[in-house]
């Protein structure tokens, strides 16, 4: 979810193999309810198609971002290929897939960024979680805090009796989220809020920065300044008289998972952290390793991830050095002049001065890559950090997890928490879970629209008695 891009070039394979082409063309007239992955980050999408005198329209809603309707441009339907592009943010959005049956899926580029989108007719899309039952066992209270100039806004939920109240802070995963950590209607913050609170645990979780109602911006920050925003909520917990400060911890996934611990660090006011799909390899290491996984996952050959590997670490060796951009940009240039040559007529004529807009997408690809963000995480070795604090850790990863691996990160990180000397730590691996701790099939982020949006059996049990016997202790 979603600081962690996945960077492997201008173009990826589609997701989706021709291997059951219809005989004829259908139309893809209505609504198709699905995702937009890159990296961890996901967000859902609904796209419209409209088939009209005119041609044929469509237009995509973007709940995260507070986008609905909005009209997407050089829309089109050719021999089973569906492509459309959105001009936003740092440069063009550009759709390329295919449509299987009831199914379009393909890569998706912008600014540099690859990744993949995936929809479904809405008929088809999984059924949408349920809410917690209500009455609310407990008080729900809307609450802002500050960083220095920035202010953050979120929920607290408060057990009914027992104050002052043990706590949690929960802290969301990469890209901009808001505090429910939302994604195609599931609300996993809410929902462990909701399971904690029900049992004596109060919880705040927050909007990220640029999110709702907190300020400032996540493309601006670096995973340091993350972990500031926590201890601003510690701090904000610690002096409310109906929460105990000696019992303060911290719930962080994906990138989250690396920003508690870097909080603990700065801090002795963390009691304990639960690390839900938290990486202890550098970011360099992690953005490769997914991007390969999730390429594979999606039908794409050895040569292709070869590609694209070579491609991530010329770029990296730019973000650190500050040279070799030059040679970077001929090489999109090359990867966009192919991809253009390889279109169908009805999409190339759509771009009528190729030129202008090869190097438009060149200078907005480049400039995204040298995000403050992106040059910290990089080199940011979690394991370091980990070797250092002796706060009681529950670690979690899911067995089908292509975006945090386990089998990538769970050695390092029980390495160095056993170099550290670490007293108190547990790690665990659920089985069938994918990177959000749903039942998954192959864990590919291509299938968050169509799973059932419900945590796999263990999973909240699980922390909520770890976090009772720490705290009761």
């Known amino acids: 979810m979603n600081k962690l891009f996945w960077i492997v070039g201008a173009m990826v394979a589609n997701t989706i193999a021709a291997a059951t082409i219809l005989p004829q063309q259908q139309s893809i007239d209505g609504a198709w309810n699905g995702s937009l992955t890159i990296g961890p980050q996901t967000l859902r999408i609904t796209v419209r198609f409209t088939t009209s005198e005119t041609g044929l329209r469509a237009t995509i809603d973007i709940p995260q971002q507070g986008a609905t309707g909005v009209q997407l441009q050089n829309v089109s339907y050719d021999d089973s290929r569906v492509y459309m592009e959105l001009p936003a943010g740092p440069g063009l959005a550009v759709f390329d897939g295919r449509q299987v049956g009831d199914s379009i899926g393909g ?3 912008q600014a540099g960024l690859g990744g993949t989108f995936f929809l479904k007719r809405s008929s ?12 609310l066992p407990y008080a729900e209270e809307e609450v802002t805090f500050h960083n220095a100039d920035i202010t953050l806004a979120g929920t607290l939920t408060l057990p009914e009796s027992g104050a002052p109240h043990p706590a949690v802070v929960m802290i969301t995963g990469s890209g901009p989220q808001n505090r429910d950590e939302e994604l195609f209607g599931f609300k996993p913050f809410h929902l462990i809020a909701d399971h904690l609170t ?16 907190s300020t400032g911006s996540v493309s601006e920050a670096t995973t340091e300044d993350f972990a500031r925003d926590v201890l601003a909520a510690v701090d904000f917990l610690k002096n409310r008289s109906d929460i105990d400060p000696e019992r303060i911890g911290l719930i962080g996934h994906s990138e989250g998972g690396i920003v508690a611990p870097l909080a603990s660090s700065m801090s002795d006011d963390v009691a304990f952290m ?5 990486t202890s390899v550098s970011g360099a290491e992690i953005l490769i390793e997914q991007g390969a996984l999730i390429m594979r996952a999606s039908g794409a050959t050895e040569a292709d991830m070869e590609q694209q590997i070579a491609f991530q670490k010329r770029t990296f060796e730019a973000i650190r050095s500050g040279d070799g951009w030059d040679e970077l940009a ?23 001065d190729v030129d202008a807009y090869i190097d438009a997408q ?52 029980e390495q160095a928490l056993r170099d550290g000397n670490h007293p108190d730590y547990t790690v665990r691996v659920l089985p069938r879970a994918n990177h959000l701790f749903i039942t998954a099939t192959t864990g590919s982020p291509t ?10 059996p263990e999973f909240l049990p699980l922390i909520t008695e770890w976090i009772l016997e720490r705290v009761s202790r």
């Open 107 to 109: 890569a998706f580029t």
């Open 124 to 135: 088809q899309a999984a059924a949408m979680p349920k809410e917690p039952p209500e009455p």
């Open 198 to 213: 029900r049992n004596g645990i109060a919880v705040l979780r927050f909007d990220d920065r640029g999110v709702g109602g």
């Open 274 to 278: 639960v690390l839900m799909a938290g």
């Open 330 to 352: 001929a090489d999109l240039e090359t990867r966009l002049r192919e991809s253009i040559a390889e279109m169908p007529d009805s999409q190339r004529n759509a771009i009528t």
């Open 362 to 413: 060149i200078q907005a690809q480049l400039t995204a890559l040298q995000t403050p963000w992106l040059r910290y995480f990089l080199d940011y070795d979690p394991a370091v950090t980990l070797r250092t604090i002796d706060t009681p850790i529950l670690a979690l990863f899911g067995e089908l997890d292509l975006q945090v691996p386990p089998a990538q990160n769970r050695g390092p990180l």
């Open 447 to 456: 299938e968050y629209a169509t799973l059932e949006k419900v945590f796999v």
